[in-house]
């Protein structure tokens, strides 16, 4: 019994270690203080200046369009080669391997670097193109579509390949009407994993982005470092406002997944067969 | 010229050619930087300069001396939670495994502001304590992902193995210490990797908690700034040569890189 409390005691310290400050903050974002600890009065003008500041609206409205477009290359990228990958040689295959390992152990910091010097430094291509940055993000992604795919490539039944090229179809055909649906859990997860790493990045944007463009990350960055109050706490309404969604999608995944027969649990340990 | 053949092979082509022009060509590059000076001569200069810059080395011990406390105090408030998530036969374990996933997805920048504005409240100046807040931020940064590896870990420990142990004459804690902990290493090894590098690496954490940037990610911040790309590829490359040999040692890609960024769905 007293080891259920002591263990139980902890979950919900580490949980309010956890939870807040995300919490305090959003308190205060309905109210007109600018400062955390004085209380006055309630208000929604934080909201207001979020929504309606066109600075603010561009940001957003430019990380997610970004985070869904790299995202979006990611998913083929990726999915394509995973899919060639897995039918090729073991020799290519490993350089593949390894070349995809890359971006997920290195550092960010040596990721975004290495790719600026490459594209700006010696290929001399102008930030204002959102080349650069869109290739980062890319660059990012891409490796855990390619890790999210494998799995479901290796789980499948080969032979339904072979039984639809004996019956008549073509490559093409059979790679679109047979192997993609078998892998498509894989791509979503992949694309999913992607919109979230690329909201969350700092490093790559900030060595690659064009100097009049912002994401979440870089402007609030920026933003600490002296902002105007009226955006300093419009960021915790945006604080907020990603806090409420992302409960939101956490609880939709979850209702999801009950409902499906027991092929995949909440936390997404399928039974994916490790090597 | 023979008629074209499609072949599943080829769907690879595309996601090669990715790799090598934006993730080995620039690794190349940053060698090729890191080995010549401004007229683009060979040197090791660089490299030397690393090594006898009393500035950089006091950089990197210091962000070692980080990253091993954060790391040790992720890892001592994290085991205890992912252990009675995973094996304290709690109902509706995966559910509230999700609340301490969660605030992985919401932007890092946004939540280091939050601790921010509470450790404000509660210490006032935050560069009175530099290194306590250094570790108070990243560890609440990076506790998530030290969580779901050793959870993941634990989850599938076998159960019966404990049952022995303790059939044997095993007290609770010699069972702890010479069958769970060992059969963890998995995850705790993984959980540290997730954990370690980005806090010798992250210093946005560090400069937005009291503007201060003295750990190893921040001398490529700053050769950045100053448009140093030499001084700065042999930064990036020292670090790429640390992060690759403990990735040997860490083994090969699989499952978990991709579980321990909370790929959940």
């Not at chain 1, 604080?239 to 409420?244: G, Q, R, Y």
Request: proline share 4%; hydrophobic share 50%; glycine share 6%.
């Amino acid at each position: 019994m007293m080891k259920k409390v002591l263990s139980y005691s902890w979950l919900v310290l580490v949980a309010l270690f956890m939870y807040i400050p995300v919490l305090i903050l959003a308190f205060y974002s309905f109210t007109d203080s600018t400062t955390i600890g004085a209380v006055r009065g309630f208000s929604l003008h934080n909201y207001v200046t979020l929504f309606t500041m066109e600075e603010l609206r561009n940001m957003i409205g430019g990380t997610l369009l970004l985070a869904v477009g790299a995202a979006a290359i990611a998913a083929v990228l990726g999915t394509l080669g995973a899919i060639g990958a897995f039918y090729s040689r073991p020799v290519p295959r490993t350089l593949v391997e390894t070349a995809n390992r890359v971006p997920v152990v290195n550092a960010d910091v040596v990721t975004a670097f290495s790719i600026c010097i490459l594209l700006i430094v010696v290929l001399g291509i102008e930030k204002n193109t959102f080349i650069p940055l869109v290739i980062g993000h890319v660059v990012l992604c891409t490796p855990f579509v390619y890790l999210a795919v494998m799995p479901k490539l290796k789980q499948m039944d080969n032979g339904l390949y072979e039984a639809a090229l004996d019956l008549g179809a073509t490559p093409f055909q059979a790679l679109r009407k047979i192997v993609l649906p078998q892998i498509i859990p894989g791509v979503i997860s992949g694309f999913m994993l992607s919109i979230t790493l690329s909201l969350d990045d700092y490093f790559v944007s900030t060595y690659t982005k064009p100097a009049t463009f912002d994401t979440i990350s870089t402007y609030v960055y920026n933003a600490t470092r002296g902002a105007q109050t009226e955006i300093k706490t419009a960021l915790w309404a945006l604080s907020t406002v990603i806090f409420l969604v992302v409960i939101i999608a956490v609880v939709l995944m979850n209702l999801a997944a009950s409902k499906q027969p027991k092929t995949q649990e909440v936390s997404g340990h399928d039974g994916r067969e490790r090597e | 010229m023979g008629t074209f053949r499609f072949s599943r092979k080829q769907l690879c082509i595309p996601y090669a050619l990715f790799l090598v022009c934006f993730v080995v060509l620039p690794l190349a590059v940053i060698i090729y930087y890191a080995f010549t000076d401004g007229s683009g001569r060979f040197t090791l200069e660089n490299l030397l300069s690393f090594f006898t810059n009393g500035n950089t080395i006091g950089t990197l011990c210091y962000s070692v001396v980080i990253a091993v406390a954060v790391t040790a105090v992720c890892l001592l408030i994290a085991y205890p939670v992912a252990y009675v998530l995973a094996r304290s036969g709690l109902k509706r374990g995966p559910v509230i495994l999700m609340m301490f996933i969660l605030p992985m997805w919401i932007n890092f920048t946004l939540r280091i502001t939050a601790l921010k504005e509470v450790l404000t409240l509660i210490e006032g100046n935050l560069s009175l304590h530099p290194f306590l807040n250094t570790i108070i931020a990243m560890t609440y940064d990076f506790l998530p992902f030290m969580i779901l590896p050793l959870y993941t870990t634990l989850l599938q420990l076998d159960e019966s193995l404990l049952e022995a142990a303790a059939d044997l004459g095993a007290g609770p804690v010699a069972v702890f210490f010479r069958v769970t902990l060992p059969l963890s290493m998995p995850g705790i090894v993984s959980g540290v990797t997730m954990t370690f590098l980005p806090a010798m690496t992250n210093y946005v954490i560090l400069d937005m908690i009291y503007n201060s940037t003295y750990i190893m990610g921040s001398l490529i911040g700053s050769y950045f700034n100053i448009y140093d790309w030499h001084n700065g590829s042999m930064i990036s490359l020292i670090l790429f040569a640390g992060i690759c040999i403990v990735s040997i040692f860490t083994g090969k890609a699989d499952q978990s890189d991709l579980d321990n960024r909370g790929a959940v769905l």
